[in-house]
């Protein structure tokens, strides 16, 4: 069963790059999905990126393209979001996440494993 351990969320400024990682315990399967979620404040969950942990292949919301990058690190069994640019709106709780099956990387219910969220808060 894999586990998933979240780790990098803190406050920043407006403007400013922050890292999560996402560091995985058990077997990642070539055909799994490793994703982001994330949740602000009395809004729902919604998707940020995901990466294909055998071919690599990744994701974006539209919202974070061009602004975030999603990768993987195979031997470190780890998945890191690199955030730039941040801006307030990007305020809420990220959560890593794995689909054991191959469903559509940007739908949450695709998803079965979660790992607990960061907080990550931006201000102006």
């Known amino acids: 069963q894999v586990q998933l351990q979240v780790s990098g969320g803190g406050p920043v400024q407006a403007g400013d790059s922050l890292r999560l990682s996402c560091s995985a315990s058990g077997r990642l399967l070539n055909y799994y999905t490793i994703g982001w979620f994330r949740q602000a404040p009395g809004k729902e969950r919604i998707f940020v990126a995901a990466v294909k942990w055998g071919g690599g292949d990744t994701y974006y919301s539209p919202f974070v393209r061009d602004r975030f990058t999603i990768s993987r690190d195979i031997a470190g069994k780890s998945v890191h979001l690199q955030m730039t640019d941040l801006k307030p709106e990007d305020t809420a709780v990220y959560s890593c996440?794995?689909?054991?099956?191959?469903?559509?990387?940007?739908?949450?219910?695709?998803?079965?494993?979660w790992g607990r969220g960061t907080q990550v808060t931006v201000s102006s």
């Open positions: 996440t794995v689909a054991v099956e191959d469903k559509r990387p940007q739908l949450e219910y695709s998803y079965e494993i």
